[in-house]
């Protein structure tokens, strides 16, 4: 028989993850396993990785999101003079008190939007990404807290080069999932059409549903959700043969691995359940797995790896069958 607690988280996720999903999705119409899945990289505390053209409706995403959970957001203009400084902030003297006083970056927000990140500096990309995996900044050996939840979602284009510092793949695999976002339907982008597009209409639409107190409870809970030696040992399974497919240079990282149980679980919260099955790494893989590969050859990019991550998918014994 459950417990009672745990028929208590698998209601709180569940409800506030249907919640996000279903106010989110008044303004970022046809596109519900996109807005899944953001959910999941919440409440798993990782970071998004888009890669799409300009006018997906990135920026709408995030700040649906940050709406939903009542939370703060800060969009993030990357370009080629952008500084460290101009993330995290600086350190500036008053005359008027005589000491300096720190003007917090837009980094501290619950919810930030790396907008183009490829097109900053190396160092200028290093200090966000540090910002990330640590979840605190240090500005002249002071060390400050990040807010709480604190969730990334950079973008990229995949089709513009000209101009751009592409993410080294230790960067990269700081990022839980790469999505894309992709073309809507015909039908969908008429109702976007007809409604002149939703940004201007967000706040009336989209309403706080949670707090970032109970987004941060779903992320205690989805840290607790039970994963058998089965579903362990398919993920391994998944994760060893990426490292020796022929048509992989560069198979996933420990990190990955770390990442993909991560997501399983908070997908398995999502759908409120306390325990993962196979689909819930099935569905994760090729999310949290793709962009920490390099092809043979390194040309090809995620167009050449998610075919061979499916294959993967595809060949691997699942626990049970």
Do not use: W
């Not at 592409?166 to 839980?176: A, I, Y």
């Not at 990019?301 to 069958?321: A, E, F, S, W």
Request: hydrophobic share 45%.
């Amino acid at each position: 028989m459950a417990r009672r607690e745990d028929i208590q988280s698998e209601v709180l996720t569940f409800r506030v993850a249907n919640a996000i999903i279903e106010n989110a999705s008044k303004v970022f119409l046809g596109k519900l396993d996109v807005i899944k899945m953001a959910v999941v990289a919440l409440f798993a505390k990782g970071h998004i990785l888009i890669e799409d053209v300009p006018g997906a409706g990135k920026t709408l995403l995030a700040k649906a999101l940050a709406r939903a959970i009542g939370g703060t957001f800060r969009r993030i203009q990357f370009t080629s003079d952008l500084l460290p400084s101009d993330i995290v902030g600086v350190n500036i003297y008053s005359q008027k008190s005589e000491a300096f006083r720190f003007h917090e970056g837009p980094i501290f927000a619950n919810v930030v939007l790396a907008d183009e990140i490829n097109r900053a500096s190396p160092r200028t990309q290093s200090a966000l990404l540090e910002a990330m995996s640590e979840r605190q900044i240090t500005v002249d050996n002071m060390t400050r807290p990040l807010p709480a939840p604190f969730i990334v979602i950079a973008t990229q284009n995949p089709f513009e080069h000209h101009g751009t510092y592409p993410l080294p793949e230790s960067q990269m695999d700081r990022f839980l999932m790469c999505l894309s976002i992709g073309y809507p339907s015909r039908d969908i982008e008429r109702l976007i059409l007809e409604a002149e597009g939703f940004g201007d209409k967000l706040d009336s639409l989209v309403s706080v549903v949670t707090s970032p107190e109970e987004i941060l409870a779903c992320q205690e809970e989805a840290s607790k959700v039970t994963v058998s030696q089965g579903i362990m040992d398919y993920a391994l399974d998944l994760v060893t043969r990426t490292r020796t497919h022929p048509g992989l240079e560069v198979g996933v990282s420990t990190r990955g691995a770390i990442g993909l149980i991560s997501a399983a679980k908070a997908l398995a919260c999502v759908d409120g359940r306390i325990f993962c099955i196979p689909d819930d790494v099935k569905q994760t893989f090729v999310l949290v797995c793709a962009h920490r590969c390099v092809p043979k050859g390194g040309a090809g990019g995620l167009k050449q790896v998610k075919p061979i991550l499916l294959d993967i998918i595809q060949n691997t014994p699942v626990p049970g069958d």
